[in-house]
């Protein structure tokens, strides 16, 4: 693609990224100097990457890392993998099929798609949004949402989606946003990557938005600014791309540039004293009634009236009613169905019990909603029994102190707590979470703060005091975590799963926490550049963790052969992550001994080791389970031993040949014909690109 008349054309009529951020278009009226009105259209490209969840870049680098999303596109509309872009780590469904995968709490909180992924930019000036593009330069889809921030930190949606398997081309992401009544200069895009084959490579993100806050003119029947900027896209839109306006990005943005023309004939100003800021209530006002498009009332009804009729008959079996109980009932057992208007009178007859185990089912939102309906049900609704469980995640956008107050109330048996995500930007303060686990934090069994700004060396400490039964403690992207911070977690002696990602832990402080936590089962150190001598760390390993399932080394630069091979110890490893361990060189002998001792092994990636050779994997054929592979950048394997896994490893689902020089595309080709239940994955680049 590099070359080609089509690229120099976009690269021609592209700006750069100074006078994109300066580019300010002023329309105005012509009502007279008395009563003169002026919008000014701003086009801005990311300024500052303030946060994300993910990268498959190291800190070290720049390659793949978030910050390369900052700035005007750098490769579009060129196709293909660069280390240019902003990628994250995971794609498709592999990670959830892996022995580590995390299963959600309350998982009836999670909407019909589930945000795996987000990162937050922020533009130089404030705007009410009218556009975001977004420039997507390998394998696009994966955005499923689009959130806007005023200046307090409070979040607004402006576009949910679902994954989307579209063309293997370059696009500009454009879909029809919600009017948004405050400016911003702060956006997160949410990404799901189920349906995604490959990773993702975001090049740029483009914030079109005006001074004033503007709608179409009352004359076309209160459609918004949307689905009037369709109507002046005369292009053909692509069908299979219903989210995109603009799927011609030789025609970028032509309807904004008609409705510029001809603005007071399509537009007027909205009343400016009605954009103001997001509404602040209570968690139920925010999860219940507010800006969110959350059902009323009555759907929380119909779910309890449609749960009764589907799963009430086998409710009965489960619980000893009362003969009046049974009697009230029975029409219900035989067949008939309850009635809308029957409902409040069912609940009536039934014990306490009997509802605790029907509302079980329901989210918090839910819940939130069924403590407005009447007096019973708002004592019911708040039992201590219903919120042992707690998955604030989903709600990331308005769990804040009051929020948290308010559900400290309810859990006093709380045994299971994910915040990831939720509390940046100062709406919860480490003071807030150490009061919130002082008052209900002393069952606690498993606790996510991943991604969270609000964990800092006082609320660790307020861990290791509090939560002394702690099986469970994931702490990916917690930077705020000094390096001296963690050693309040030796403390800790029942861990089976410590997940670091990203954060500032050194050598002697984890290696105490490993000594403490025999039962460690799942270890996640991906990424941890401050951990010196990762070697150290795997030696500890192998003599304190002898239960070890899974372990994560992804970017450890100072993991050797000799860490490797201590490793072989822990002969209950199901999964391994060695990627990018460039210390590791030429793995030797070390890895034949681990796939010697450990028969187990389900999931092996070992991307960019390039001195990886035939002979280092042939032992990992006897691994009878594996069913996921990662060779990247072995430029010396042979199409004979990648044939061999295909063969003897009947249970293989997924393997990464990607810049693998010794495989030809033709093989690969082959290969996928001859087994289809296999995803062999095959990275592409474009010309002129360097895998580094």
């Excluded at 005023?150 to 009017?179: A, E, M, T």
Aim: glycine share 4%; net charge neutral; with cysteine.
């Amino acid at each position: 693609m590099n070359g080609s008349n089509e690229s120099i054309l976009i690269q021609a009529a592209m700006v750069s990224c100074d006078e994109i951020k300066s580019e300010w278009i002023s329309v105005s009226s012509n009502k007279g100097a008395e009563n003169d009105d002026s919008i000014i259209f701003t086009e801005q490209f990311v300024n500052k990457v303030q946060h994300f969840s993910s990268q498959y870049g190291s800190d070290k680098s720049i390659s793949y890392t978030a910050y390369n999303i900052a700035g005007n596109p750098s490769k579009f509309p060129d196709y293909g993998d660069f280390p240019q872009a902003f990628v994250m780590r995971t794609y498709g469904c592999w990670w959830d099929k892996a022995p580590s995968r995390l299963v959600d709490y309350m998982p009836q909180n999670n909407d019909n798609v589930v945000c795996q992924d987000y990162i937050d930019v922020a533009y130089d000036r404030e705007v009410y949004p009218i556009r975001v593009s977004i420039y997507e330069t390998y394998n696009p889809g994966s955005v499923v949402g689009i959130w806007a921030a005023d200046s307090s930190g409070k979040w607004s949606r402006l576009w949910r989606g679902l994954p989307q398997v579209v063309s293997h081309k370059p696009r500009i992401f454009s879909p029809p946003l919600q009017p948004c009544c405050f400016k911003t200069k702060m956006l997160r895009l949410e990404f799901n990557h189920s349906k995604q084959d490959y990773y993702t490579e975001l090049d740029a993100v483009l914030l079109i938005g005006t001074s004033e806050f503007i709608q179409p003119h009352f004359r076309f029947n209160n459609k918004n600014l949307s689905t009037l900027l369709r109507q002046l896209n005369d292009s053909t839109l692509d069908c299979d791309d219903v989210y995109n306006l603009t799927p011609d990005y030789l025609q970028t943005h032509k309807d904004l540039r008609e409705l510029k023309n001809t603005f007071y004939k399509h537009c007027q100003l909205s009343n400016r004293n009605v954009t103001g800021r997001i509404h602040k209530g209570t968690i139920i006002d925010r999860l219940g009634t507010d800006y969110h498009c959350i059902p009323p009332i009555e759907e929380a009804v119909s779910s309890l009236h449609r749960f009764l009729q589907e799963d009430f008959p086998k409710l009965m079996q489960d619980i000893d009613l009362s003969t009046s109980s049974r009697s009230a009932v029975a029409g219900n057992k035989t067949g008939s169905s309850l009635q809308s208007g029957d409902i409040c009178g069912s609940f009536s007859v039934l014990p306490d019990e009997a509802v605790l185990k029907i509302l079980r089912n329901l989210d918090l939102r839910s819940l939130c909603r069924c403590c407005q309906v009447n007096r019973h049900f708002n004592n019911i609704a708040r039992d201590a029994l219903l919120y042992t469980s707690l998955n604030l995640k989903p709600y990331w956008y308005c769990i804040d102190t009051s929020a948290l107050e308010t559900l400290a109330s309810r859990c006093q048996y709380l045994q299971r707590l994910d915040l990831s995500w939720c509390g940046n930007y100062n709406t919860i303060t480490s003071k807030d979470i150490q009061e919130f686990l002082t008052s209900s934090g002393n069952q606690l069994t498993h606790l996510r703060f991943n991604s969270c700004q609000f964990v800092n060396n006082s609320v660790i400490l307020k861990v290791s005091m509090i939560c002394r039964n702690l099986k469970e403690l994931c702490l990916r992207n917690c930077v705020e975590i000094t390096k001296d911070g963690f050693w309040p977690l030796a403390n800790l002696q029942q861990l089976e799963r410590l997940e670091l990602y990203r954060t500032l832990i050194q050598t002697p402080s984890l290696c105490a926490i490993l000594k403490g936590n025999r039962g460690m089962r799942h270890l996640n150190l991906a990424a941890c550049d401050h951990v010196h001598n990762m070697d150290d760390i795997a030696m500890e390993v192998a003599y304190s963790c002898p239960h070890l399932e899974s372990v994560d080394f992804w970017k450890s630069h100072s993991l050797t052969p000799h860490g490797v091979r201590a490793l072989a110890r822990c002969t209950m490893l199901r999964e391994v992550d060695f990627g990018w361990c460039l210390g590791m060189g030429a793995p030797g002998e070390s890895l034949r001994a681990l796939a010697a001792s450990c028969q187990n092994l389900e999931k092996v990636f070992l991307a960019a080791l390039r001195g990886l050779t035939d002979r280092d994997l042939e032992p990992f054929l006897a691994c009878s389970k594996l069913r996921q592979l990662d060779f990247l950048g072995a430029r010396s394997l042979t199409p004979e031993i990648c044939l061999r896994f295909l063969l003897y490893c009947t249970q293989l689902e997924m393997m990464d040949l990607s810049f693998c020089e010794g495989i030809s595309d033709m093989k690969i080709h082959e290969w996928r014909q001859l087994y289809p239940h296999v995803s062999i994955k095959r990275s592409f680049q474009a010309s002129g690109s360097v895998f580094t």
